[in-house]
């Protein structure tokens, strides 16, 4: 079994506890996720299975979108509604004051990882070290904000979806608004609607997944590996240079030369790998990074 599976992972389980799930279920134990989801969020969860798995660190650069609720006035330990409150103050703001605010967020911003998240310092995970009562310095990541939109907005409220670069934490983006608002705020909702081409509408349940494989229906879920990485550019290697890329030999190809990074190769209509282009000797080429046949 080699493909990807679109979860829709629902909320109380970790993303760890879905592949495990999934690993029991098929007997399969080369099973891998594309993004962690927070425990109390819900969405979209890749699952690369068999070979499939070598092609997820092409996966995680992808683009997610997420729709969220957020509370105003209220901020808690954790960013969400799983930690304890630590100030209330009140709300005084509109619609008009908040789509503001959300104009200040679209584009590359500067986040500090949340101390309950899996980031690690000195061997350690950060939630292991806030568990303890320990706050730890934290180095600001870059990343990118392409769209934020309301959606929703009464009793300090507030629903939206917002789509991003990797690496985002949604729980500080909250609080980072709610600090700009001057009340403060914490996530209390979150759902993953698309991560890269895969998309909610599209996923498939805990129990579809259980109910497929009774009736021996496995076939109708998985994705086959190269549509999961349509996102790079492909191209197409004539027949007698297949054996050449697959042992790893540099091809000086007369490919497009607007192309450049990962793509996808194909030969004969069969996808056989991925390829990054470079430039050797003033000349465009291309090298096999991962195959896949």
């Known amino acids: ?160 979806r917002t789509t991003c670069s990797k690496g985002t934490y949604i729980r500080t983006l909250c609080e980072d608004i709610g600090q700009h608002l001057e009340c403060g705020a914490f996530l209390s909702c979150l759902v993953r609607t698309r991560a890269g081409l895969f998309y909610i509408d599209k996923s498939y349940t805990i129990e579809e997944i259980q109910q497929n494989v009774s009736n021996n229906a496995m076939d109708k879920m998985i994705i086959p590996i190269d549509e999961g990485m349509a996102h790079l550019p492909a191209i197409e290697l004539p027949a007698m240079e297949k054996n050449n890329f697959s042992r790893g030999r540099v091809l000086y190809y007369d490919f497009d030369h607007e192309l450049n990074g990962f793509i996808r190769v194909y030969s004969g209509g069969i996808f056989i790998g991925i390829a990054k282009v470079e430039i050797q000797n003033q000349k465009s080429c291309i090298r096999l990074v991962k195959t896949f046949f």
């Open 1 to 160: 079994m080699d493909g990807i599976i679109n979860v829709l992972k629902p909320p109380g389980m970790t993303s760890h506890d879905v592949v495990a799930y999934l690993r029991r279920l098929f007997q399969i134990k080369k099973i891998g996720h594309g993004g962690t989801l927070d425990p109390a969020a819900a969405g979209v969860l890749p699952l690369f299975i068999g070979r499939a798995t070598k092609a997820i660190e092409f996966f995680s650069e992808t683009d997610k979108e997420y729709v969220a609720e957020m509370v105003l006035g209220i901020t808690t330990d954790t960013g969400d509604s799983e930690g304890n409150i630590l100030s209330t103050r009140q709300v005084n703001v509109d619609i008009d004051r908040i789509n503001h605010v959300f104009t200040k967020f679209v584009g590359k911003i500067e986040q500090i990882p949340p101390m309950y998240s899996a980031v690690h310092y000195h061997g350690k995970k950060l939630y292991e070290l806030a568990r303890h009562g320990m706050t730890v310095e934290r180095k600001p990541r870059t990343v990118e904000i392409k769209s934020l939109e309301l959606i929703y907005f009464k009793d300090n409220i507030v629903t939206f």
